[in-house]
């Protein structure tokens, strides 16, 4: 057993690490940010650390994360396998399975679904507006009120793939929805801390009743709300008819016979999966758009403007109306630039021996993507380090979507919910400025940007005035 890990040869450089912690001991858990940055200006855009003993590369910027995530694509869509996960996945779902056959044909089963071609009658177009309407009471009981939007957002983000997922939506205070948001947040925060590592690290521990546990029991917990929903979607569902995701696997089961891939404890992990990925990342996205504008009631009054313009005579905004709001698109695509959500990604690993930028990276490297890097990059962009719509507008006023720009990553594992994601950034942010003026509380004090690390980056809670815009 070798306790202080050594870098293989030509592996990319990197500072020098403790036996057993490696370079634990240069990261500041909580948040790591900071540290990923620092490493970088001393060691360059591709690094290496060693989490305990496990050597990970860290990508920096644009010209590498290209190499790494598209051009060698296949090369670096795996995922790491540490026994915490693995015992938690069971190898199931999407997010996390490692690189091959089960991932591939369920990435491209849920895309296709998602794309609208499978969820039967109801397009997702109007599922997401169903569910504005609910955020739309609310506000409209607030006019003239403050309110704080988390809930609102976080339950709206909810909903929308529920129903997506399940056909079903619930109340704002319905005892499920609570369980369920309630199982997922702590599992993330377990699986994603220090407790993870402790678990992989120090197999005698693994039957002690320590935090760890807890994790198993809330995915048991999330899985049989699953279950139960699928057992009522085998009652009701019509072969050939789908409602919605949960009968397209159905059919899909159904029609590849003995393929045993597609199978229902697949079908309830997928489930949790797309639930995990599409609730906080959309949500926050969101609470950051609307903190940057109120801050910035210019760049809010010119949304609105075009708005207007573009909407007159129209009940409601659709998808297609984004082709003819460059500035309304340029805002959304700058909140998710600056906002960051995800800023490490999800975590990939080397499929084979390759090469990235000089250096030699075996196999079963786990890889870093620092997105914060290429979504500040000087030379990427006009205005690195501000928020300003023109970062996406060029001298005519028309969108451009400069190569840089990876909320979603990019590659073979790129978001899979990236266009439900956009169109619900889309559709909400629009309905909400049409119809209200969102504005900073006087006695708010600065709004304060520094966002809560965690699996996703948060901004901390604040309050927002609602007023009725005077056209409506
Ligand atoms: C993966 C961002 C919304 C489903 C990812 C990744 C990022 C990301 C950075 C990691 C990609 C990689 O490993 O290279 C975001 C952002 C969102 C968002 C910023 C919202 C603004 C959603 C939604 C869904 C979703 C709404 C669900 C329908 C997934 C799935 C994966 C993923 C399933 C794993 C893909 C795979 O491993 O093949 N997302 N996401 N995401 N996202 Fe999203």
Redesign the pocket.
Same mark, same amino acid.
């Given at each position: 057993l070798q306790l202080k890990p050594q870098r293989p040869k030509n592996f990319p450089p990197g500072p020098p690490s403790l036996p057993v912690l490696g370079n634990l001991w240069n990261l500041n858990m909580k948040n790591p940010l900071k540290d990923f940055e620092r490493l970088r200006q001393s060691y360059g855009n591709i690094y290496s650390l060693f989490l305990g003993l496990k050597p990970a590369v860290v990508i920096s910027e644009f010209k590498a994360m290209k190499e790494a995530m598209v051009i060698k694509a296949a090369d670096f869509a795996g995922r790491p396998q540490n026994i915490l996960i693995t015992n938690l996945t069971n190898n199931k779902g @999407? &997010?996390l399975v490692d690189y091959g056959s089960l991932?591939r044909d369920h990435?491209r089963f849920a895309l296709m679904t998602?794309r609208n071609f499978g969820l039967g009658k109801k397009s997702m177009e109007e599922r997401i507006h169903e569910e504005i309407q609910h955020i739309i009471k609310p506000l409209d009981d607030n006019i003239g009120k403050t309110l704080s939007p988390q809930f609102l957002f976080h339950n709206a983000a909810s909903n929308i &793939?529920c129903k997506v997922l399940f056909g079903t939506r619930y109340e704002y205070e319905d005892e499920t929805i609570k369980i369920i948001v309630r199982c997922f947040t702590e599992i993330i925060k377990i699986a994603n801390g220090p407790w993870a590592m402790i678990y992989d690290s120090f197999p005698l521990i693994r039957p002690l009743r320590l935090p760890y546990n807890k994790t198993f029991q809330n995915m048991e917990i999330f899985l049989n709300i699953a279950r139960r929903l699928v057992n009522e979607h085998k009652k009701s569902r019509v072969p050939g008819e789908p409602r919605d995701f949960v009968d397209c696997y159905l059919d899909e089961v159904d029609k590849r016979g003995d393929d045993a891939t597609f199978s229902e404890e697949q079908l309830t992990r997928m489930t949790f999966? %797309?639930y995990a #990925? +599409?609730t906080d $990342? $959309?949500s926050n $996205?969101l609470l950051s758009g609307f903190l940057y504008l109120m801050t910035y009631p210019h760049i809010q009054e010119r949304c609105q403007q075009e708005i207007d313009r573009v909407l007159q005579g129209h009940d409601k905004v659709s998808f297609e109306d984004r082709h003819n709001m460059p500035y309304m698109q340029a805002v959304i695509h700058e909140i998710?630039r600056i906002a960051n &959500? @995800?800023p490490l990604? @999800?975590f990939?690993c080397t499929t084979k021996d390759t090469e990235l930028m000089g250096y030699s990276i075996p196999q079963g490297t786990m890889i870093i993507?620092n997105?914060t890097s290429v979504l500040r990059e000087e030379g990427q962009w006009k205005f690195p380090h501000e928020f300003n719509p023109e970062n996406f507008l060029n001298e005519q006023g028309e969108f451009i979507k400069p190569e840089a720009f990876m909320?979603?990553?990019a590659g073979s594992?790129?978001?899979? +919910?990236e266009s439900? #994601?956009r169109m619900e %950034?889309f559709l909400i942010t629009v309905t909400l400025l049409r119809k209200f003026k969102f504005v900073w509380p006087e006695d708010a004090g600065e709004p304060d940007f520094t966002p809560v690390f965690g699996a996703t980056l948060t901004p901390k809670p604040y309050f927002m005035t609602i007023q009725l815009r005077e056209n409506q």
């Open positions: @999407v &997010i991932w990435r998602l &793939i999966d %797309l #990925a +599409g $990342t $959309t $996205t998710q &959500i @995800v990604s @999800v990939h993507q997105l909320p979603f990553s594992r790129v978001c899979l +919910g439900l #994601a %950034l």
